[in-house]
């Protein structure tokens, strides 16, 4: 069974303070692993898919790196825009399964 | 600028009653997946289809869930008899799969249906 473990839960950070949330998952044969934003009353919104160990992707102040086990969402000099719940997803490579397996996301609140 | 819509967004109903939620998916995606996310469980894949047809539907409790396909720019999950415990907000989700590739890549949500059973 796919497993996909945030760290941590919740996340206080100061307006321009850097950090790096975690995702640890376990999956047999894994095609791809997603990050994705939500902010309240509102569906997941796309960030980054990463396929392979050693991969890298920005978006602005986000980058997400991957290793063979688990995967950083680093945030560099965030805004308080930037608070959101954070959501990782892993998809395995079994026939015809796209259904993404969740994590239960990190809620990041960024103060002035 | 293509979205996927749901309706209901907001649904309170008393425990037996049939619950229909519908979602249109982005124009020319040929995906269409139905997620729960409640805060024990988070986010979890209930079905999804592909070109209509169902693909998986296993994490869906089949005596008294469905969810079909009637045509391309409407899918739709039912819940008869609901109880409490379907509380939860449901998410429709679509994504293409381009000719030759197995799997799909970015899933685009809607907004979501809350639903309240009492």
């Known amino acids: 069974e796919d497993q996909v473990t945030q760290s941590p839960e919740a996340l206080r950070l100061q307006e321009g303070e850097s950090s790096s949330l975690n995702c640890s998952y376990t999956v047999s044969g894994l095609r791809g692993l997603f990050w994705y934003r939500q902010d309240p009353g509102k569906g997941p919104e796309f960030l980054f898919t990463l396929y392979s160990a050693g991969e890298e992707k920005e978006k602005e102040r986000l980058k997400a790196t991957l290793t063979k086990k688990e995967s950083f969402l680093h945030i560099t000099a965030p805004k308080p825009e930037d608070s959101a719940t954070y959501l990782c997803a892993v998809q395995a490579e079994r026939g015809g399964a796209d259904g993404l397996t969740f994590g239960k996301g990190t809620h990041l609140i960024i103060q002035p | 600028d293509a979205r996927v819509t749901q309706t209901p967004r907001d649904k309170v109903t008393e425990m037996g009653q049939e619950v229909t939620m519908r979602c249109q998916p982005i124009l020319g995606h040929n995906t269409v997946f139905w997620y729960r996310q409640t805060m024990m469980q988070g986010l979890e894949l209930l079905a999804y289809?592909?070109?209509?047809?169902?693909?998986?539907d296993s994490g869906m409790p089949k005596d008294r869930f469905s969810a079909e396909m009637p045509d391309a720019t409407l899918a739709t999950l039912k819940i008869q008899p609901s109880e409490p415990r379907d509380s939860a907000v449901y998410f429709c989700?679509?994504?293409?799969?381009?000719?030759?590739?197995?799997?799909?890549?970015?899933?685009?949500f809607g907004p979501g249906t809350r639903l309240t059973v009492l």
């Open positions: 989700a679509s994504g293409l799969v381009p000719d030759g590739v197995a799997l799909s890549d970015e899933q685009f």
């Open positions: 289809f592909r070109n209509r047809a169902p693909l998986d």
